[in-house]
């Protein structure tokens, strides 16, 4: 995760405007801050004002970078004229902003937002014009964090089409459910053992569901029966796949080591839903019945 945008990057960009006569010329766009008494007019200064940060959690990692393009243009006391010129240029410096490719192609956030203000001559320095346009990208990629829930498919206890011959472990799950136990069977009575009008309840059948939503990476998909796109894949006699999973649940809070709980169980997969929510990576979500009881051990 490597920052791509430097100023001399963008000065380069900038150098191949178009701009109007007597406004701006290359040799006036500069990646660097002029001290005051030095500033040219009209010029462009180019600086980082915020530089590569990240925000992470175990779900994915925030990458923020800003900077600022800095316009000057000497008030020759032309009225509006110099405002419509100041606006031509401003609005070239926004289109070559807005045709670049900062950062990842894939950016989720991308803010340009110009401010205008007039500054008086003191004495030292003559009237002008500033615009300033803050630049803001953001864009977001899987966390490389330990995450709090491993889910493994379990070749052993597994029937697919195609069996990969191997355990395989979808790197990213999170917000799972496993629910699992047995109905029951209540036979009215006059009076029971317990009391007049309670019913004695007898043991039914076992039940169970299973929902995990994981995010996607290239070696989620493939050809074999592990594989997120091939969860529906039918047997050959056209009957549905079991599949064998083993959930390794984390305590968040605990110390090193991690305190865990693993379940060991099958399903057969009801449905397999995409989830691609605005500004954020694409989910699977697997829905299955848990086919018998799981084997539940901490470590």
């Keep these: 995760m490597v920052t791509t945008v ?18 701006l010329a290359t040799d006036q766009i500069f990646d660097y801050e002029h001290p005051i008494l030095r500033r040219r007019y009209p010029s462009v ?47 070239q410096i926004l289109s070559l902003m807005e045709s670049a490719t900062l950062e990842d192609p894939n950016i989720i956030l991308e803010v340009k937002r110009w401010t205008r203000e007039n500054v008086q001559p003191d004495g030292k320095i003559p ?49 799972a459910s496993i629910i699992y136990g047995y109905n029951s069977i209540e036979e009215s009575v006059t009076r029971g053992p317990v009391g007049v009008g309670i019913p ?19 070696n989620d998909f493939g050809s074999t029966g592990d594989k997120l ?19 390794q649940a984390y305590d968040a809070s605990s110390p090193t080591p991690r305190h865990s709980v693993n379940t060991i169980f099958r399903i057969d997969v009801d449905e397999v839903q995409q989830i691609a929510n605005f500004n954020d990576n694409q989910v699977f979500r697997v829905i299955g019945t848990i086919t018998r009881p799981p084997t539940v051990t901490d470590n």
Excluded: W
């Excluded at 032309?78 to 100041?86: F, H, K, L, P, T």
């Excluded at 004695?200 to 290239?218: C, D, L, M, S, T």
């Design 6 to 23: 430097t100023p001399a990057t963008l000065q380069t960009i900038l150098q191949g405007g178009i701009y109007p006569v007597n406004s």
């Design 45 to 91: 200064e180019i600086i980082i004002d915020s530089p590569e940060s990240t925000e992470s959690t175990q779900k994915a990692t925030n990458k923020t970078l800003g900077f600022k393009i800095f316009y000057y243009s000497k008030i020759l006391a032309v009225g509006s004229d110099e405002v419509a010129n100041q606006k031509l240029v401003e609005d």
């Design 127 to 175: 009237g002008h014009i500033k615009s300033t346009l803050q630049v803001t990208v953001r864009n977001i990629i899987l966390s490389n964090r330990p995450s709090n829930a491993l889910l493994t498919f379990d070749n052993a206890n597994s029937t697919t089409f195609s069996n990969p011959g191997s355990n395989y472990q979808y790197t990213e799950v999170y917000d």
């Design 200 to 218: 004695v309840r007898f043991r039914g059948k076992f039940h169970g569901k299973a929902i995990f939503n994981i995010y996607v990476k290239p």
């Design 229 to 247: 796109n091939q969860l529906n894949t039918l047997l050959t006699g056209e009957e549905k796949p079991e599949i064998g999973l083993i959930f």
